[in-house]
């Protein structure tokens, strides 16, 4: 939001008047007062129109605060009370935006403030104007160019403990933009006659005392000095010391300040070693020493005080010596010396310390003004700030006094001149009949002063140009003569009879009546100070120095520029400066500040009215007043006139929208205003009597206070509607959030459903398409068939008929080849025997026979009777050779094979041989017999003593001796027994005893059954009715079944010639006693294992379990 200007005026909350033109009544009294009122109240500041009156606080008022600068800044002039901020900005802001060099002039008695005030303004300056790191480094060096100066060119008199004793003004350069460039310094006839001796109670220049009580103890020695002031004649002794003051602490503020400025380290310890020769200076003395010749001449005292000096100075003692004893005279080719006598000796001595200082004084403002000039060549923009001093009416006026007070009447003239023109200018611009203005101009004065032949400047040069005796007296009697008739001369002597009798007006002296007063001034000094004499032989000796800084101080002293004309004079220097001064403020606007002491104590809060009034009339304030009310007392832009009395009126309250000059006009008429009383301008309004203004601004202050009420009111309705506005508002947007809520959720619902049925139909319409996509595919892939069977179609009648063409052409080929070879061999029969032909065939069969069988012979496979390997066959005539030759390959390996067996191998193999006829293919446990060597005699009957009466009853030899289990018949249950078989018999023995249960020769055997099962159960079957057949057939089992039948087989095969039976089958009756029982194998669980097991189920049935 833009920040709510507020219009604020001078006339606001303001004591007494902030601008003297308003007031009423307009006389020195009511003048006075109000300064005092103000001063009161702490209000320092008073205008005359764009004047500053600034009465010296002498104290430090929260007034020149950053803050307020801020306030100040870019305000306009009237808009805030008086301020010295006010001017400044004013005048910074009409030479940066309407490029109009500025100029400030600053003026006032000693103490009354001026060089703050000049301060007050820069430090404003600087603050307002462009920033950055260049911008900032000028600033810094403009503003510390202050310190410097203050040190060298300030000292402590009795009206100001830091009275500035030469008058300065300083130029400060703007670009364009605002920013400051940099700076030039011009200074104004110091004071130099403080450096040999001061006023009671006064002191000699700061740097003096500054340097003695602030240097190291090194620094002093290197300078030669002592820290005591007492030591030296020229430092007055009765108030070395000021309250407040710290001698040391500015000696470093001093130092700093230098070298910020652009000081260097040798420069400032030059200057520091003219200071201390300047104050050694006036610790030599002279005495009287009479000459032969009867004259008297001064000799130095004591020459440890010169000879120091010359060490610092680097001058010859001995020329500097006797320059203090010796005047040379030169007239053109004659050169006369006189010797000086001790007066003389002194004058020289004073003059040449008085000179050396005010020359370093001049250099110290070259050398400033060489770091602060600005570097570039644009054009600049110029504001002066001018701090000179004031009028100077003393007890005893002397020549300087005389000089100072020219430069003020010269001020004041310009002041009138500018204030004049200014207002005639202002009154021309705005249409304003000019009316003549009654003021006193005191260029009449200046006249008297500067007249070129008549003025009294003009006669004190031609007094010191004179040849003869000239004194002051001489002096007063030449202008006692000119300026006798002048009327603002007064003098005693003169030939006016006027004065002859005024006891007030010494003969010594004449009298000025200044624009400020009258001042008296004694003319002694007068031709000597105007004069302002320095011995060549000095000047001389000085440029003879070897010191760089002391050398160029003195320029004339060098020999080869000697100039015989004499030097101008203090009074002309002066003159002709302050001419260029004046020419270069008419170019300026103007800007006063005018400063006036409120008390002679240096003391805040004292107001006297007195010493008040004294510098209100010298400074010609009242006079002022009177330039700048002599048409109309107040006049005003007429928007902020409006602007600030509008409410005074029903048409142009709150808004008028015409111009601002015809809503003024209806206002005044309004008011009803006397007509005489204002005028108007083109852009302003002018006021003839502040009674007007006053009027105005009372009933003003009746209006707004009835306007605060009806702000007041308006404010509460405009506050209470407001609320209801906002409730109203709040109320609105609960609704609407509420709404959105319900719409949102019914919309949410809606949206669901439709989703649903978005879904099904899509499902629907997917469930469609696929449909139909599915349809063409199988279309598709139908009509890819179809299309593939007719191309297979295509293309196995092309191979047919490609087959066919082919078999035609091969076939054609055949027959070609037939019938050429019928051809051939028809045609070359004749040339063959008739047996030819079987002879290459029966070669050609012997040659392929022959490869054959070498190829055979490496191609032979391993002799292994199992290897089925064969090579392949080469030739198809020769298959029949080749199965031939294999069968045969084979037969030879096998009987290769045998041949390694011997007998007993052979019989075991033959056995086993056996075995495989028998079993082979027909029961399940004879693959496990392959890989079991028929042992035949497992049981050692005839080793083993337990069965030596077995072994006693068979003689014959044993076949089988084996432990076989015998099933008994009743319950199925196995009893171990002694199986023994030889050439003849079967014998069943007692396994324990080794009794023969049972007999059976082979003869009565019929039979052996077994199951085609992986059991060892078998049957021996026995022929009916033989002697052993009594308790039936045996049922046996044996872990060596198959050997046990084969070797049985062939035992009877070969005792009886017969086959014995042996029959293979699952299911087998057996003759026990009477009955016959059925023996039926099952496939059984495996309850014990591995071991089947044997069952009587009934009469009939003996069921065996086998795993
Ligand atoms: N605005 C101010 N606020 C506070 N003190 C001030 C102000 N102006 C001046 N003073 C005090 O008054 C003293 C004298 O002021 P200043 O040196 O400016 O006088 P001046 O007019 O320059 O005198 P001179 O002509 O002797 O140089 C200052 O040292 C300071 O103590
Ligand atoms: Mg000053």
Not at 187 to 197: A, G, I, P, Q, T
Request: aromatic content about 10%; some cysteine.
């Amino acid at each position: 939001m833009a920040k709510m200007e507020v219009k604020t005026s001078l006339l606001d909350n303001m004591i007494g008047v902030g601008d003297m033109v308003l007031l009423e009544p307009l006389d020195e009294d009511s003048f006075i007062n109000n300064l005092k009122k103000r001063f009161d109240h702490s209000e320092v500041y008073t205008y005359i129109g764009s004047v500053v009156i600034s009465i010296n606080p002498y104290r430090s008022l929260p007034i020149y605060t950053p803050e307020k600068v801020e306030e100040y800044r870019n305000r306009n002039f009237y808009e805030l009370s008086p301020h010295i901020f006010a001017l400044s900005d004013e005048a910074y802001r009409s030479l940066r935006d309407q490029d109009k060099d500025q100029c400030i002039l600053i003026t006032g008695e000693s103490g009354a403030g001026k060089t703050e005030a000049s301060k007050l303004v820069m430090s404003y300056v600087a603050a307002v104007c462009g920033k950055g790191a260049e911008v900032n480094q000028v600033k810094e060096q403009l503003l510390q160019s202050n310190p410097v100066l203050e040190a060298f060119g300030n000292a402590k008199t009795v009206r100001n403990d830091n009275s500035s004793r030469f008058g300065k003004y300083m130029d400060i350069e703007f670009d364009f933009k605002g920013d400051p460039l940099g700076g030039v310094i011009s200074n104004y006839l110091l004071e130099k006659s403080r450096v040999v001796k001061q006023p009671r109670g006064e002191r000699n220049f700061h740097i003096f005392y500054q340097i003695l009580s602030g240097a190291s103890e090194d620094f002093l020695c290197k300078l030669k000095l002592e820290r005591d002031f007492s030591r030296y004649n020229y430092l007055g002794l009765d108030s070395a010391k000021v309250n407040g003051v710290d001698d040391a602490a500015n000696f470093r503020t001093v130092r700093n300040a230098m070298q910020i400025v652009g000081f260097m380290d040798h420069e400032t310890q030059s200057v520091f070693e003219v200071v201390a020769a300047v104050l050694k200076l006036g610790n030599i003395e002279f005495k009287p020493e009479s000459r032969v010749n009867g004259l008297d001449e001064s000799k130095i005292k004591d020459k440890n005080e010169l000879k120091e000096i010359c060490e610092l100075t680097g001058i010859d003692q001995s020329v500097l010596e006797r320059a203090f004893s010796f005047r040379t005279v030169e007239a053109k080719q004659e050169k006369v010396s006189t010797t000086l006598n001790v007066a003389q000796a002194y004058y020289a001595r004073d003059a040449l310390a008085k000179n050396l200082y005010s020359r370093l004084f001049s250099w110290l403002v070259t050398r400033i003004n060489e770091s602060i000039k600005a570097q570039t060549k644009v054009r600049k923009k110029v504001m002066g700030v001018l701090d000179i001093y004031g009028f100077e009416i003393f007890e005893d006026n002397s020549f300087e006094q005389f000089i100072i007070n020219y430069c003020n009447e010269k001020l004041q003239q310009i002041f009138i001149e500018l204030t004049l023109k200014e207002e005639q200018e202002e009154y021309i611009r705005e249409g304003i009949e000019w009316t003549h203005i009654e003021y006193f101009n005191n260029a009449i004065i200046c006249d008297l002063i500067e007249n070129n032949q008549t003025g009294i400047l003009a006669m004190l040069d031609e007094e010191c140009l004179r040849p003869g005796t000239v004194t002051d007296d001489t002096f007063l009697e030449k202008l006692n003569q000119v300026c006798a008739t002048h009327q603002h001369f007064e003098s005693r002597m003169s030939k006016c009879s006027r004065f002859l009798n005024d006891t007030s007006l010494p003969h010594s002296c004449f009298r000025i009546q200044h624009y400020a007063g009258k001042v008296m001034y004694q003319v002694e000094g007068f031709v000597d100070k105007n004069n302002d004499l320095l011995y060549r032989d000095l000047s001389q000796a000085m440029w003879k120095a070897s010191h760089s800084l002391i050398k160029a101080l003195f320029p004339e002293g060098n020999p080869a520029k000697i100039n015989l004309k004499r030097p101008p004079t203090a009074g002309s220097q002066f003159k002709a400066s302050v001419a260029t001064l004046m020419k270069n403020l008419q170019t300026k606007n103007p800007n006063y500040i005018r400063c006036i002491k409120p008390n002679d104590k240096k003391a805040a809060h004292i107001f006297n009215d007195a010493l008040v009034c004294h510098q209100v009339r010298y400074l010609g304030l009242l006079e002022n007043v009177r330039v700048r009310r002599a048409g109309y007392a107040f006049r005003q832009a007429y928007e902020p006139c409006l602007e600030r009395y509008k409410m005074l009126c029903k048409q142009t309250w709150p808004h008028w929208r015409g111009p601002a000059r015809a809503g003024v006009e209806v206002l005044f008429n309004e008011l009803e205003i006397p007509e005489e009383e204002f005028s108007f301008g083109r852009s302003k309004i002018f006021i003839r009597n502040p009674r007007t203004l006053f009027k105005l601004e009372d009933l003003r202050k009746q209006r707004l206070e009835d306007l605060a009420t009806l702000i007041e009111k308006i404010y509460r309705g405009w506050k209470c509607r407001t609320r209801f506005l906002l409730m109203k508002k709040s109320q609105i947007v609960i609704a609407s959030w509420y709404r959105r809520y319900a719409q949102q959720k019914k919309y949410q619902k809606i949206k669901s459903s439709a989703i649903i049925v978005q879904s099904y139909i899509r499902g629907w319409k997917a469930r469609k398409l696929l449909r139909e996509l599915k349809h063409q595919k199988r279309c598709n892939e139908a009509a890819t068939i179809i299309a593939a069977y007719w191309h297979g179609t295509q293309a196995r009648r092309e191979l047919r008929r490609l087959k066919e063409e082919a078999r035609n052409k091969h076939a054609i080929a055949v027959i070609w080849a037939y019938w050429l070879g019928y051809k051939v061999r028809r045609e070359y029969r004749k040339f063959f025997r008739a047996n030819a032909g079987r002879k290459i065939y029966e070669f050609t069969l012997q040659r392929l026979m022959q490869k054959y069988f070498l190829e055979m012979k490496n191609k032979m496979p391993s002799l292994s009777p199992i290897d089925k390997n064969w090579p392949a066959r080469p030739y198809l005539f020769l298959d029949s050779t080749h199965k031939e030759l294999k069968r045969i390959f084979h037969l030879w390996r096998c009987k290769k094979y045998r041949d390694q067996f011997t007998d007993q191998q052979k019989l075991i193999y033959e056995e086993k041989l056996e075995a495989s006829e028998l079993f082979k293919d027909k029961k399940a446990l004879y693959p496990a017999s392959v890989g079991q060597p028929f042992q035949g005699a497992y049981l050692e009957i005839s080793k083993n003593p337990k069965y030596k009466k077995l072994k006693d009853a068979v003689d014959e030899k044993i076949i089988i001796a084996e432990v076989v289990n015998k099933i008994n018949r009743a319950n199925g249950k196995a009893t171990s027994r002694i199986f023994l078989l030889t050439k003849n018999n079967v014998l069943l023995a007692d396994q324990k005893s080794g009794n023969i249960k049972s007999e059976v020769p082979l003869g009565d055997v019929t039979k052996v059954s077994m199951s085609s099962q992986n059991d060892g159960f078998f049957a021996v079957h026995l022929k009916e009715g033989s002697g052993a057949a009594g308790k039936g057939d045996f049922l046996l089992s044996s872990d060596h079944l198959i050997e046990m039948a084969t070797k049985l087989y062939r035992t009877t095969l070969s005792q009886t010639k017969q086959k014995l039976n042996i029959e293979i089958s699952d299911e087998f009756l057996v003759q026990f006693r009477q009955d016959k029982v059925c023996v039926k194998f099952i496939q059984g669980s495996q309850k014990n294992g591995n071991i089947p097991t044997c069952k009587r189920k009934n009469n009939r049935l003996l069921e065996v379990a086998v795993p």
